[in-house]
């Protein structure tokens, strides 16, 4: 096995994985996620603040002199959304390169994607059945069906929790007409957006056997909170499985408290406690236009392809 470390630059925030890795198995060492906010004030003008850029390549630095005192033999970074949106991702890059020595690989949407998928199912419980796994992060939203470890659809959508935040602000606590416009809008994208795509990938490849997976951290931190855990403990996480009616209570309970109550819920981190409230409401659209009772959790995701192919 060789030590590899893996650095996920995300719309909302920047994640590390250290893994012990031999073929399609990977073993984690250490996982960590600080949250930057890369994309805070970046949908009206589609340029990276200073601030963000300076925060994220600081992150980055302190990931990887950690990585590298665990023992990791290479260090590779990966961003996503926001930085392949970005007018000014040049200047990210080189404040990267300048704090930690390391460039950067900017991956489209479809790389995403199909990361995601290697990722989720190189858990081998994840490919006994057909499988819709949805990726949402700050920026983006990827939709990957597969079975048995194969894909047959992947794409990635202009849906994210950080971008709606800034989309559709709401108040401190919310209104029940911002909910419900949220609601509408996020319903209104999948019917126009996504369905089209993904409802006759979905019919031509798989039964109704079906199971839908969620990556990424709205899964895991619904995940968490469901289970009443501060800790990231990936066997009690992975375990999860959320009814649509429990997706939709928690979506009305996190947007019916202002911010500072939802800081104090167990198994949701604080700098999280905003951008919840869009990931929720992806779920319950997903769920409700696609008929699925239940959602399935991976601690799973890019990072471990990515791993893989180090």
């Given at each position: 096995?060789?030590?590899v470390?893996?650095?996920?630059v995300?719309?909302?925030?920047?994640k590390?994985?250290?893994?012990?890795?031999?073929?399609?198995n990977v073993?984690?060492?250490?996982?960590?996620s600080?949250?930057?906010?890369?994309?805070?004030?970046?949908?009206?003008?589609?340029?990276?603040q200073?601030?963000?850029?300076?925060?994220?390549?600081?992150?980055?630095?302190?990931?990887?002199?950690?990585?590298t005192?665990?023992?990791?033999?290479?260090?590779?970074?990966?961003?996503?959304?926001?930085a392949r949106?970005?007018?000014?991702?040049?200047?990210?890059?080189?404040?990267?390169?300048a704090?930690s020595?390391l460039?950067v690989e900017?991956?489209?949407g479809?790389?995403?994607a199909?990361w995601?998928?290697?990722?989720v199912?190189?858990?081998?419980e994840?490919?006994?059945h057909?499988?819709?796994?949805?990726?949402?992060?700050?920026?983006?939203?990827e939709?990957?069906?597969?079975e048995?470890?194969?894909?047959?659809?992947?794409?990635?959508?202009?849906?994210?929790t950080v971008?709606?935040?800034?989309?559709?602000?709401h108040s401190?606590?919310?209104?029940?007409?911002?909910l419900?416009e949220?609601?509408?809008?996020v319903s209104?994208?999948?019917?126009?957006?996504?369905?089209?795509?993904?409802?006759?990938?979905?019919?031509?490849?798989?039964?109704d056997?079906?199971?839908?997976?969620g990556?990424g951290?709205?899964?895991?931190i619904?995940a968490?909170?469901?289970?009443?855990t501060?800790?990231?403990?990936?066997?009690?996480?992975?375990?999860t499985?959320?009814?649509?009616?429990?997706?939709?209570?928690?979506?009305?309970h996190l947007?019916?408290?202002p911010?500072?109550?939802?800081?104090s819920?167990q198994?949701?981190?604080q700098?999280?406690?905003d951008v919840?409230?869009t990931?929720?409401?992806?779920?319950?659209?997903?769920m409700?236009q696609?008929?699925f009772q239940?959602l399935?959790?991976?601690?799973?995701?890019l990072?471990?392809?990515?791993?893989?192919?180090d």
């Amino acid at each position: 096995m060789k030590r590899v470390g893996v650095i996920d630059v995300g719309t909302n925030s920047v994640k590390l994985l250290v893994a012990d890795v031999d073929g399609s198995n990977v073993v984690p060492v250490s996982e960590e996620s600080e949250q930057t906010r890369l994309g805070r004030g970046f949908y009206q003008t589609h340029m990276l603040q200073s601030s963000a850029i300076q925060q994220t390549a600081e992150a980055i630095a302190f990931f990887s002199g950690k990585a590298t005192s665990q023992g990791a033999i290479s260090v590779r970074v990966i961003a996503t959304s926001a930085a392949r949106d970005a007018k000014n991702a040049d200047e990210l890059l080189r404040a990267i390169q300048a704090a930690s020595g390391l460039s950067v690989e900017v991956i489209s949407g479809e790389q995403e994607a199909d990361w995601a998928f290697r990722g989720v199912t190189s858990n081998p419980e994840f490919t006994q059945h057909p499988l819709l796994i949805l990726d949402v992060g700050g920026g983006s939203t990827e939709f990957i069906i597969g079975e048995h470890g194969h894909q047959q659809f992947r794409d990635s959508f202009n849906l994210g929790t950080v971008r709606l935040l800034e989309q559709l602000p709401h108040s401190d606590p919310p209104k029940r007409e911002e909910l419900e416009e949220c609601r509408a809008w996020v319903s209104a994208f999948l019917r126009e957006k996504v369905v089209p795509k993904v409802k006759p990938a979905l019919e031509s490849c798989c039964d109704d056997r079906v199971q839908l997976v969620g990556t990424g951290g709205t899964s895991t931190i619904l995940a968490r909170i469901d289970r009443q855990t501060d800790s990231y403990d990936r066997d009690l996480i992975e375990s999860t499985h959320l009814s649509h009616d429990r997706i939709r209570s928690l979506t009305e309970h996190l947007w019916s408290v202002p911010l500072a109550a939802r800081q104090s819920i167990q198994g949701l981190p604080q700098k999280r406690a905003d951008v919840i409230l869009t990931g929720t409401i992806i779920y319950e659209a997903v769920m409700e236009q696609f008929g699925f009772q239940e959602l399935r959790v991976s601690t799973r995701g890019l990072r471990f392809a990515a791993a893989m192919e180090d």
